[in-house]
Every structure is written in C-alpha cells, then in structure tokens.
C-alpha cells in the first residue's frame, strides 16, 4: 500500500511539472507566434529572485505564503465540512460492520 501512495504520488507530481511546463511551451510558442512581446501577456510560472528571497508566481498570482502560513489560516478559520462528517461516519459504520462479519464468520 505504501508503495502504490508513493507512486501515486510521484506521478501525480510528474504530470503537474509536465502540466506546468507545457503552459510555458505554449506561453512561449504564442509569442513566437506574434513575433512581438506583449506586456499584458503574463508567462504561466515565473521565478525572481531579489535580495536573498525567491517570489513565484503561477498563472499571474503571486505566491507569498508559506505552508506554515496556510496551515495557521485553515486552523484559524475552523470551518465545518459536512461531506468530510458525513464521510466519516459512513466510514466508522462500515468498519464496524465489517469487523462483525468477519468475527461471525472466525467464531
């Protein structure tokens, strides 16, 4: 199990990098295509460095926060998700009734 999550998510990772990097090819192509650089058209990922600190911004958004920042965010809001509960308790139900089943079936 440990070994499929693990693929799972390498490759998930792989094709949002392929996904990424195939925006800048087409970015790049577009203005290949116009044959003149636009400056209202925003690259898909861009990288700067300044004073010792990395900016990036993805499709035009500026990514500032750290994932401490987001975690802090999420925390703070406390929001309820109904789906997340109600997927919960189906889980405990079939769990428990499965447990039963199986101790009918060994007794």
């Known amino acids: 199990m440990k070994l499929f999550m693990v693929k799972s ?3 998930a990772g792989f ?3 392929a996904a990424l990097i195939g925006m800048q090819a087409a970015n790049t ?9 636009d400056p209202d058209f925003k690259q898909a990922v861009s990288i ?3 004073n010792g ?3 990036v911004a ?3 958004g500026e ?3 750290t994932i401490e920042e987001k975690k802090a965010q999420l925390e703070k809001t406390e929001g309820y998700n ?3 509960s109600l997927g919960k308790g189906l889980g405990t139900i079939l769990s428990g009734l499965a447990k039963a089943v199986v101790e009918a079936f060994t007794d």
Not at 29 to 37: H, L, V
């Open 9 to 11: 998510l390498v490759l």
């Open 15 to 17: 094709m949002f990098a």
């Open 29 to 37: 192509g577009i203005d290949r295509m116009k044959g003149y650089e």
């Open 48 to 50: 700067q460095k300044e």
């Open 53 to 55: 600190e990395t900016q």
């Open 58 to 60: 993805i499709m035009g």
């Open 63 to 65: 990514v500032s926060e």
């Open 82 to 84: 109904l789906f997340s």
